[in-house]
């Protein structure tokens, strides 16, 4: 979906279509070239990321496999619980694979890093992570993320896979929302 087909829902556009494919394929090209000849597990975090890692691997040039993990760490309302539930597990088994985590914004990190924890814990050649974007600001956790698109202001943003009560994920930019909208 093209910003202007909901131009008064958002009060400014971050990142145009254009600027995330450029960083998209700076990424692909930084990945292929850092697993070369290796057997890379792509993983994407749902629902958001589902964006992200379709463009990616698509810009990407290497063999992959991918899988898809969902969870949540959210209780009622907007808050973490702290609790990190798996909604959705892997199929695939990460022994000695070099697994590639892929997701759409890093806020705190915190289920980001049990994720990581988890994926350690069974066995794999390595994992890394890769986001569109990071707010630094919001930062809860030490987190290493090897491949970062974008770093942003800790604004509530929607677009490319991030929603607002399930809608604009399919709008082609990032931008934040006008107060309108979630008042």
């Known amino acids: 979906m093209d910003a202007s087909v909901i ?4 009060e400014k556009v971050l990142l145009t279509k254009e600027e995330i494919q450029d960083k998209i394929k700076e990424l692909a090209a930084q990945i292929d070239a850092d697993y070369k000849g290796k057997d890379l597990l792509v993983v994407g975090v749902l629902k958001g990321a589902v964006m992200v890692m379709a463009d990616l691997l698509r810009a990407m040039e290497s063999h992959i496999t991918m899988d ?18 798996i909604l959705k597990d892997l199929d695939t088994d990460l022994m000695g694979r ?3 985590i892929v997701e759409d914004i890093i806020d705190s990190g915190l289920t980001l890093s049990w994720m990581k924890a988890n994926f350690e814990s069974r066995g794999p050649a390595s994992v890394e992570i890769c986001t569109l974007l990071r707010k630094p600001d919001a930062a809860k956790s030490d987190l290493d993320v090897k491949y970062v698109g974008f770093d942003i202001p800790n604004e509530f943003v929607v677009g490319f896979g991030l929603d607002f009560a399930e809608k604009y994920r399919n709008l082609d930019c990032i931008g934040t929302l006008a107060p309108h909208v979630y008042q």
Do not use: P
């Open 7 to 10: 131009k008064n829902d958002l």
């Open 98 to 100: 070099d697994v590639l």
């Open 68 to 85: 898809w993990m969902a969870v949540s760490s959210y209780g009622s309302g907007t808050q973490s619980s702290g609790v990190v539930r």
